[in-house]
C-alpha cells in the first residue's frame, strides 16, 4: 500500500511512503480491538471508590427495641442498612481493574486498528519537520494545512519533540504521540491520523 506524502503547507510532494501490508492490509480483528481497549480503560481507573458498611459507620450499637412483642418489625441497631444514615449493603471497596492480555493480542489489535484508519482514508503522510520555536499558531496553520482543523487528531511522531508537543498542547482535539507509544485506544480514538516519514519507520516494524 502506498499513500502521497504531504509538506507541513499541505502541498502533494509528488513523493510515495510505502506501508507496511502486514500492518495496514490484514483483514481487522475488532474483537482485539474491542479487548484492548477495554484494558486501557481499565488500567486508567484508580479503583479508590469506597462506602462505609454497617460495622464502619459511627453510631451505637445497641439495639434499639426487643426482638419481639412490640408490634412492629425486628429491627438491630442503628446503624442497620434499612434505616436512614445506616450502612449501605454490598457497597463498592477498593479494587484493581487491571487485567492481563497476551503481547500477540496487542499487536493484532493495534495493526486491526490501523488497518481501519487505512480502509476509511484517515491516515495522511506528512513529511518531517519541527518548528522553530514552540507556537500554538504554528501548529494551528499546520492542521489547516493539511485540512484537519476541527478534527480530533492524532499526529505520530519518530520520538519526542518539544517543540511540536508544546505548540499542539493548547489545541482542542489534539494528541501528540511518539510512533513507539502508539497503542490501540489512541489510534481508535482520534478521526484522522498525521503520521510521519520517520514516525512511518517506526510503525512499520512494529
Known sequence: MELAIYNIKGEDTGRKAVLNDEIFAIDPNEHAIYLDVKQYLANQRQGTHKSKERSEISGSTRKLHKQKGGGGSRIGDINSPVLVGGGRVFGPRPRDYRFKLNKKLKQLARRSALAL??????ITIVEDFTFEAPKTKNYINFA????VDGVKTLLVLAGQDNNVYLSSRNVPNTAVMAASDLNTYAVMNNKALLVTESGLEVI???
Open 117 to 122: 484508519k487505512a480502509q476509511e482514508n484517515q
Open 144 to 147: 489547516k494545512n493539511l485540512k
Open 204 to 206: 512499520n516494524k512494529l
